[in-house]
């Protein structure tokens, strides 16, 4: 019995002790970018005939060797959804480390967060969600399941709707990002919305065991989450509850980076709970000139 | 509130378990015969002399260890006490066509069972092998031991002369 | 349903204190606390996300059984807790929660279980639900499951019910039934042969509602078994054919192709001598109760590979996994004890145990020449039964002599060769078939009574992968009671990252506690289990582990 005395002082001692301690520095708020003057305010109209749009995330990493099987069955899905899919590929995790082999990193901090918080690349890559649904139990889907939940989340009519106006000021080097959300129905819980930037066409080096040298050197990435401009859990859209008819503008910018190619480059922003973290509604467009 | 509960179940049974001086009798268990027949545990019996209970698996060194620590004193123990030592392995599918030419290619004297679905180490609440259990003549559980330190048997034999 | 279960335990409690006489009640526990350290030679630390350094820096895990039987009656409840669980560890274990509770009776031979149970037919490659608890393998099924012997020598099992995943249940449903019949217990002719038959037969069926907007698939998908055992005095012989039907899943890539496993072994031993050989064939025999699935979840049978299982440190740097999806092979091994007094016995005997077994592909050809092998929809690939593939995945030859030099040292000294396909069994990138060489020397020296020291030498070379490992290991032991150890792996041969994992180690054992206390680091390994991969990383820290029963 002395020996278990022993062993469980000594267990919560060190319990104590060594691990409860996180000290964080300054800053102490996550700074969300000021938009920039040379960004000029957009008017829009309302949308005519709203439709629901399902957002796929695609999580996966450029060491993962079964990982382009994934991104195969996104494009077989886009094929059957049209524009009513949006998919984006979020590249966290393990399988997207870089190494000699593999110099680029296309992991971000948005993408670390949420993998971090919806623990998608321990579960085993590749994997996904649609619309962020049934968190915590039962979020994560394997990409043969993928077809079956973006069908079931299709059937809702769309309680919002986002209209996205992104543009590329060249002389100031900025991306210039307007949205209006429109509400459709009543909603009376908080609305988050987050605004990123993907690109596609991105060639890089990439793991796939289906071919002989298990890797290839000139993969195609596409629909490669690169920033959040308004952070990871993006910001809320102000008001407590919404009514029918009412509407929000919000307006961003942000520098262009020097690795970016504007021409492949989109603008996704999607509404969602930010207590159940579920989507209601995603919207992507091209960046225009 | 289940961590509440659990509490209170654990406290209840082992206020109930140091308020009773009860050893608990060997388990009735259908296990498998080296042959694959269907064996209950209840066949076991030593003419109400002791019998040991040891649990292995061909991948468990230390078990291997325990059992010919055991194997090179069993004559002596036999002579003085009459013991039996039954040796039950958990190996599955894997291993189990293995477990008779290994016993038998270690010159093991023992009786050799095989646990295919761990109903026995279930019921004896073993979670890590080598677990060794003493049972008197009415198969009480008189003595239990788990994992196997060079010298171990020795102590396994101080309390087979108890009985 | 649960109020319902919480109240007849307590019933139990009152009904204990009563009929003490006649009931038992017994349990176990064990508990698993790991405290982490961040480590930058590992680069495992909190400004690198993707090394898996976990932010509660905290980490346990637990369980408690506690049993109660009286008479013909067991009932039994498990408490499982993962706040949160140790790194490794499948990421569905969060949370805890009572996991498993049943409730069991016999009579008149009639054995009835209710809630959760474990069962196994046959070699289990059919349906087998087991649990693993290091490694986090529970496959349990809640239901009820009926257990009859209606004639002499005849076994009949049935059972029907959901399988675990994790603090929930899978979907689907699976309803089995198996008889076995002993035929020199069912005929008096046969009682006292030395040939000792076992014939048995089985048959399992799961379903799951058919909700894909692509495909049309099977929502019953049943397999059948038959198996036999001779057995004739030192002579064993045992053989078991599966067929499973159309079953398309996530794991074979959603083809309509059938499945079948074939296992047959037979050994010859006698005492001092043991042989054995195993040979089988593995063809789309994935078979889950939800067939989205993937990794350990819910599998209902379970695929044995026939390779040695080792417990050497550097032996499981490149451990073997049954690749489900289609594999053929066999497996040889020999057990013998030179004598005391011939020339290699020496003064004790010498031990020795050689084991050859290796694993093929098995043939895929394609049904037709406009659709490729393994396509979505399709009936996927043709296979010849007794034509080998062409591509090797493992082969591994092993020796291992042990003797007794004099009373106070023994050795054993053992030697494996491996051949190992690693990027068809563990997914690893480009490093194609690892060719590696195992020596370890294992030494046990008795210092004085109940004073033990025993040392692990190990050393593995391969020009593949990571290069050469050197390991040592010293333990001290104090019979019954402590131990003591000091070990390290080291990565010398690493042309990037020379990495050293040292660990230090101390113990303590009474009846059936044990407490152990390490603290050091853990080498890393991924794993790819049906088209998705996991990382376990490399992790540094302390950790404290308690098991005890009662």
């Known amino acids: 019995m002395k020996a278990v005395k022993l062993y469980s002082i000594i267990a919560t001692v060190l319990t104590i002790s060594i691990f409860s301690c996180d000290i964080v520095e300054e800053p102490f708020m996550t700074v969300q970018e000021e938009v920039s003057d040379s960004c000029e305010a957009f008017i829009f109209s309302p949308i005519e005939n709203p439709i629901k749009k399902v957002l796929l995330e695609d999580y996966t990493g450029q060491q993962c060797g079964n990982c382009p099987r994934a991104a195969e069955k996104a494009v077989e899905l886009q094929e059957i959804y049209g524009d009513q899919l949006v998919v984006m590929a979020v590249h966290a995790g393990f399988f997207a480390s870089t190494s000699s082999s593999y110099p680029t990193d296309f992991t971000t901090e948005a993408g670390d967060d949420w993998d971090t918080n919806f623990g998608n690349s321990i579960a085993g890559n590749p994997n996904g969600q649609i619309d962020r649904v049934n968190f915590p139990n039962g979020h994560i889907y394997q990409y043969s399941q993928w077809g079956q939940i973006i069908d079931e989340q299709l059937q809702s009519e769309p309680q919002i709707g986002i209209q996205i106006m992104a543009s590329h000021n060249e002389a100031a080097n900025l991306i210039c990002v307007d949205t209006q959300t429109e509400v459709y129905n009543t909603i009376d819980h908080d609305l988050n919305i987050t605004v990123v930037i993907l690109e596609n066409g991105l060639i890089s080096n990439q793991t796939d065991y289906s071919v002989p040298s298990q890797h290839i050197e000139d993969y195609e990435q596409n629909h490669v989450l690169r920033k959040s401009l308004n952070g990871s859990w993006g910001e809320n859209l102000g008001q407590e509850s919404y009514l029918e008819h009412d509407f929000i503008i919000n307006r961003y910018s942000t520098e262009v980076s020097t690795e970016w190619n504007i021409e492949n480059m989109l603008v996704l922003a999607f509404v969602s709970n930010p207590e159940t973290y579920e989507v209601l509604q995603v919207e992507e467009v091209h960046i225009t000139e | 509130m289940k961590r509440l509960l659990f509490s209170l179940i654990l406290s209840a049974t082992s206020f109930v378990c140091l308020a009773q001086d009860k050893t608990n009798t060997f388990p009735s268990i259908d296990i498998k015969s080296i042959e694959g027949k269907l064996v209950n545990t209840d066949l076991f019996e030593n003419d109400n002399q002791p019998i040991v209970v040891s649990f292995w698996a061909t991948w468990c060194k230390p078990c291997a260890k325990e059992l010919d620590a055991i194997t090179e004193v069993y004559e002596e123990w036999q002579d003085e006490t009459g013991v039996k030592v039954i040796a039950i392995s958990i190996d599955d599918a894997r291993n189990a066509a293995k477990v008779a030419p290994y016993a038998n290619g270690k010159d093991w004297p023992f009786e050799i069972y095989v646990d295919a679905n761990s109903d026995l180490k279930r019921a004896l609440n073993v979670n890590a092998i080598p677990h060794t259990f003493l049972l008197n003549a009415n198969k009480e559980i008189v003595w239990q031991h788990t994992s196997y330190f060079d010298g171990d048997e020795e102590e396994l034999y101080e309390e087979i002369l108890k009985l | ?550």
């Not at chain 3, 569905?92 to 016999?106: H, M, V």
């Not at chain 3, 031979?109 to 070699?123: P, R």
């Not at chain 3, 031990?351 to 077994?357: D, K, P, Q, R, V």
């Not at chain 3, 060489?437 to 020291?453: A, C, G, M």
């Open chain 3, 1 to 550: 349903m649960k109020n319902l279960l919480y109240g007849l335990l307590f019933c139990s409690g009152s009904i204990l204190a009563q009929g003490i006489q006649n009931g038992q009640l017994s349990g176990n526990f064990q508990s698993d606390f790991q405290i982490y350290v961040e480590d930058d030679a590992l680069d495992f630390n909190l400004q690198n996300p993707s090394s898996g350094f976990p932010s509660e820096q905290f980490l346990a895990n637990g369980f408690a059984n506690i049993t109660y039987t009286k008479d013909n009656f067991s009932t039994g409840i498990r408490y499982e807790s993962y706040q949160n669980a140790l790194l490794g560890y499948p990421s569905g274990y969060k949370g805890e929660g009572i996991t498993y509770r049943y409730a069991q009776f016999n009579k008149d031979g009639l054995d009835v279980t209710v809630g959760n149970f474990y069962e196994q037919f046959g070699s289990g490659m059919i349906l087998r639900a087991y649990e693993e608890r290091n490694l986090g393998y529970d496959n349990a099924f809640d239901g009820i499951r009926l257990k009859y012997s209606p004639l002499k020598g005849v076994y009949l099992k049935s059972l029907v019910g959901r399988q675990r995943l994790f603090f929930e249940k899978g979907e689907g449903l699976v309803r089995a039934i198996d008889g076995e019949i002993s035929l020199n217990e069912s005929f008096e002719k046969l009682s006292e042969a030395t040939t000792q038959i076992l014939l048995g037969a089985s048959f399992v069926s799961k379903f799951q509602k058919d909700l894909n907007p692509q495909y049309n698939l099977p929502e019953n998908v049943g397999s059948w078994a038959s198996r036999m055992t001779v057995n004739h005095g030192r002579w064993n012989f045992g053989a078991e054919y599966v067929h499973k039907y159309n079953d398309p899943s996530a794991v074979n890539n959603y083809i309509y192709k059938n499945g079948d496993a074939f296992l047959m072994s037979g050994s010859y031993s006698k005492r001092g001598f043991g042989v054995s050989v195993a040979a089988k064939r593995i063809d789309n025999m994935d078979f889950r109760s939800e067939r989205d699935q993937n990794l350990q979840n819910l599998i209902i049978n379970y695929l044995p590979a026939l390779t040695k299982q080792h417990a050497y440190a550097l032996a499981t740097i490149y451990p073997y996994g049954t690749i489900t999806t289609g594999e053929m092979g066999l497996q040889a091994e020999l057990n013998y004890k030179f004598k005391k007094g011939t020339r290699l016995g020496g003064r004790s005997g010498m031990g020795l145990i050689a084991n050859f077994s290796n694993v093929y592909a098995i043939d895929k050809q394609v049904v037709d020449s406009e659709t490729p092998l393994d396509s979505t929809g399709t009936l996927g690939y043709t296979s010849d039964f007794f034509k080998v593939g062409d591509e090797k995945y493992f082969q591994e030859f092993s020796v291992e002599l042990s003797k007794k030099v004099n009373r106070k040292l023994k050795f054993v000294g053992t030697y494996i060769n491996t051949e190992y396909n690693s990027a068809a069994i563990v997914g690893y990138k480009y490093h194609g078939m690892i060719y590696s060489n195992i020596v370890v020397l294992e030494t046990q020296y008795k210092i004085k009574s109940k004073h033990s020291i025993r040392t692990e030498f190990q050393h593995l070379s391969t020009k593949q992968h990571e290069g050469n490992w050197l390991m040592g290991l010293a333990e001290y032991t104090i019979s019954p009671h402590y131990f003591f150890a000091i070990q390290n792996l080291y990565n010398y041969g690493n042309k990037d990252n020379k990495l050293s994992y040292p660990t230090l180690s101390a113990g303590y054992n009474k009846g059936t506690s044990r407490f152990a206390l390490s603290y050091g680091k853990q080498r890393a390994g991924i794993f790819c289990v049906g088209g998705v991969c996991r990382n376990v990383p490399a992790s540094n820290g302390l950790s404290l582990s308690i098991t005890s029963s009662f």
